[in-house]
């Protein structure tokens, strides 16, 4: 068993020099499991370590890549996908920014949080953080620009309300998550509501204190009449509405019981179809683009998910599951302590690795060990479970600040596609330092009050 240790640190070791190579992270994945594979035939054949690697487990991998493609759950993937493109061309954005800039901008800092309001309804409707980014950054900070926002307050909050879609349902990465490790997509769903919430309510108190403390961050506009009108309020409502009817659609019918989750994405697609219709922006140049974007995203996903299934596989092999286990129950911390160095763990890795490794690779990994800590955490007698649902949320909720951690944030070089040229990289950093902070207070209330989690699931489906 001496072997087969040192092999798993070496497999890792090999992991992480691979990610400095430049190679794409599937190829990465891939190529070590492969390469260890072969190191594990000669260990069984030179030294007697008895890891039971040859070319059959490379024919597990195949079959495994069959179970994948013959999954019903992951169909939901590329629909979302297509939901979230279709509706970032169908300009309800566009639409709810102009109007609820009338309703919020005399309050200072107004404009931010009009961008937050509608990142989190774009999280409702669509979770695909690369759209979320990208159109909060067109549309808002043109506007944060000319009011004399402070540039870290404007950038930080067009990244940080642009990364609420990842936990917000539906989320492409609890799907993900659901799948690998057997649980309700639909407890997923619901139990991630009140978080995601939480973080955006945190990311608003922020900016309104933060403005209030220093108004010179966010000066009021001097061409804005004063009163909220009923115009204003009703303009708000309508722009709102179409957004709404779609999460309604796609979130009650999981909810109410009426529809699985894939083929809630199908009707999703649909309604994002129609909304672009209906604001005649659907045309066969657009229905193009977006199902070429659908295609790039899912491959890219489905690319890591082949690399990261020889890369476990073989990790089991050398028996890197017990090892994992022998470290994390060795540690002189009590269960908590545990999911503590867990969470820890998972947020250092987000500085370096994408949400979708983190995901297909530790989770499979630490869940195991989480199910035997003993938990005592209140399924209020309906969600299956609940400690799993609880822990795979709170990772869900760690793994929301890689996108804004450096090197490999990803809404960072978003963002940074979109801004003028005197907006630098370090203006970005500095902005999403604040967000990351608020997201792990998040974290730490969720980790506090597992009720967040699962209240609601048992709640509805009771």
């Given at each position: 068993m001496v072997i087969n240790d040192i092999l798993v640190v070496a497999m890792f070791a090999t992991f992480v020099a691979g990610l400095f190579t430049g190679f794409p992270i599937a190829f990465v994945l891939g190529g070590t499991g492969v390469l260890f594979t072969f190191v594990g035939w000669l260990a069984d054949?030179?030294?007697?370590?008895?890891?039971?690697?040859?070319?059959?487990?490379?024919?597990?991998?195949?079959?495994?890549?069959?179970?994948?493609?013959?999954?019903?759950?992951?169909?939901?993937?590329?629909?979302?996908?297509?939901?979230?493109?279709?509706?970032?061309?169908?300009?309800?954005?566009?639409?709810?920014?102009?109007?609820?800039?009338?309703?919020?901008?005399?309050?200072?800092?107004?404009?931010?949080?009009?961008?937050?309001?509608?990142?989190?309804?774009?999280?409702?409707?669509?979770?695909?953080?690369?759209?979320?980014?990208?159109?909060?950054?067109?549309?808002?900070?043109?506007?944060?620009?000319?009011?004399?926002?402070?540039?870290?307050?404007a950038l930080g909050t067009i990244a940080g309300a642009g990364t609420l879609g990842i936990l917000i349902p539906p989320s492409i990465m609890l799907v993900i998550m659901a799948d690998q490790l057997g649980l309700s997509v639909g407890d997923l769903f619901m139990g991630a509501v009140l978080p995601g919430l939480i973080l955006g309510l945190l990311y608003i108190a922020y900016i309104?204190?933060?403005?209030?403390?220093?108004?010179?961050?966010?000066?009021?506009?001097?061409?804005?009449?004063?009163?909220?009108?009923?115009?204003?309020?009703?303009?708000?409502?309508?722009?709102?509405?179409?957004?709404?009817?779609?999460?309604?659609?796609?979130?009650?019918?999981?909810?109410?019981?009426?529809?699985?989750?894939?083929?809630?994405?199908?009707?999703?697609?649909?309604?994002a179809t129609l909304l672009a219709l209906h604001n005649r922006r659907l045309s066969l140049k657009v229905v193009k683009e977006v199902l070429l974007g659908t295609y790039n995203t899912t491959a890219y996903i489905f690319t890591i998910f082949l690399g990261a299934t020889c890369f476990a596989l073989v990790l089991r092999g050398l028996g890197g599951d017990e090892v994992i286990e022998q470290v994390l129950t060795g540690l002189p911390f009590g269960p908590y302590g545990i999911i503590a160095f867990i969470l820890g763990v998972v947020f250092l890795l987000g500085f370096f690795l994408d949400w979708i490794e983190i995901t297909l690779i530790v989770l499979p990994l630490v869940a195991p060990v989480v199910s035997k800590l003993g938990l005592a955490i209140n399924g209020y007698g309906q969600v299956d479970n609940p400690e799993l649902v609880w822990f795979v949320l709170l990772v869900a909720v760690a793994l929301q600040t890689s996108f804004l951690t450096p090197p490999v944030g990803f809404a960072l070089f978003y963002l940074k596609g979109v801004c003028p040229p005197d907006v630098k990289l370090i203006d970005i950093y500095k902005g999403v330092v604040p967000f990351i902070v608020l997201q792990l207070i998040g974290l730490v209330l969720v980790a506090m009050f597992p009720a967040l989690v699962t209240w609601l699931p048992a709640v509805a489906y009771r």
């Amino acid at each position: 068993m001496v072997i087969n240790d040192i092999l798993v640190v070496a497999m890792f070791a090999t992991f992480v020099a691979g990610l400095f190579t430049g190679f794409p992270i599937a190829f990465v994945l891939g190529g070590t499991g492969v390469l260890f594979t072969f190191v594990g035939w000669l260990a069984d054949r030179y030294l007697d370590a008895m890891t039971g690697l040859d070319y059959m487990m490379l024919g597990m991998v195949v079959n495994r890549i069959y179970k994948y493609m013959d999954n019903w759950v992951l169909v939901a993937l590329p629909m979302f996908i297509f939901m979230g493109l279709m509706l970032d061309r169908s300009g309800i954005a566009e639409r709810m920014m102009h109007s609820m800039q009338r309703l919020f901008g005399k309050v200072r800092g107004g404009l931010a949080v009009t961008v937050t309001a509608i990142g989190i309804i774009l999280a409702a409707s669509t979770g695909i953080i690369g759209a979320s980014v990208v159109l909060l950054g067109l549309l808002s900070l043109p506007a944060m620009t000319k009011q004399g926002y402070e540039k870290p307050l404007a950038l930080g909050t067009i990244a940080g309300a642009g990364t609420l879609g990842i936990l917000i349902p539906p989320s492409i990465m609890l799907v993900i998550m659901a799948d690998q490790l057997g649980l309700s997509v639909g407890d997923l769903f619901m139990g991630a509501v009140l978080p995601g919430l939480i973080l955006g309510l945190l990311y608003i108190a922020y900016i309104l204190v933060y403005c209030w403390i220093r108004p010179s961050a966010a000066p009021l506009p001097k061409d804005m009449d004063a009163h909220v009108s009923l115009g204003a309020l009703w303009e708000v409502v309508k722009t709102v509405l179409p957004a709404a009817g779609l999460i309604l659609a796609v979130l009650g019918s999981i909810f109410a019981g009426i529809a699985t989750p894939t083929e809630a994405s199908g009707v999703g697609a649909l309604g994002a179809t129609l909304l672009a219709l209906h604001n005649r922006r659907l045309s066969l140049k657009v229905v193009k683009e977006v199902l070429l974007g659908t295609y790039n995203t899912t491959a890219y996903i489905f690319t890591i998910f082949l690399g990261a299934t020889c890369f476990a596989l073989v990790l089991r092999g050398l028996g890197g599951d017990e090892v994992i286990e022998q470290v994390l129950t060795g540690l002189p911390f009590g269960p908590y302590g545990i999911i503590a160095f867990i969470l820890g763990v998972v947020f250092l890795l987000g500085f370096f690795l994408d949400w979708i490794e983190i995901t297909l690779i530790v989770l499979p990994l630490v869940a195991p060990v989480v199910s035997k800590l003993g938990l005592a955490i209140n399924g209020y007698g309906q969600v299956d479970n609940p400690e799993l649902v609880w822990f795979v949320l709170l990772v869900a909720v760690a793994l929301q600040t890689s996108f804004l951690t450096p090197p490999v944030g990803f809404a960072l070089f978003y963002l940074k596609g979109v801004c003028p040229p005197d907006v630098k990289l370090i203006d970005i950093y500095k902005g999403v330092v604040p967000f990351i902070v608020l997201q792990l207070i998040g974290l730490v209330l969720v980790a506090m009050f597992p009720a967040l989690v699962t209240w609601l699931p048992a709640v509805a489906y009771r």
